[in-house]
């Protein structure tokens, strides 16, 4: 199986947020998008759904990544609401 590069841009504020789900194997914050998202489209493809099904897969992947960032943007609000009450 090949591999591709993909390639986005990220608020500061979402990249922050992206940065505090770093675990040490990850090397860089490419490296912690890449295994959040191998993490989100695992539980959404699978050979046989994707096989079997007519499902828009780019429809799924959008609305998994959006309810993704959705969360990591609450957990900034958070972290920023923990660090204006130091």
């Not at 505090?20 to 295994?35: L, M």
């Not at 943007?73 to 130091?86: N, P, T, V």
């Amino acid at each position: 199986m090949r591999s591709n590069v993909i390639s986005f841009r990220f608020t500061d504020a979402e990249l922050e947020a992206l940065q505090s789900f770093q675990i040490s194997e990850d090397k860089s914050s490419s490296q912690t998008a890449a295994r959040l998202l191998r993490g989100v489209l695992a539980g959404i493809i699978e050979k046989s759904t994707v096989q079997s099904t007519p499902v828009d897969i780019k429809s799924l992947v959008k609305q998994e990544i959006e309810s993704s960032l959705g969360e990591l943007r609450s957990h900034l609000e958070e972290l920023r609401g923990k660090l204006k009450a130091r």
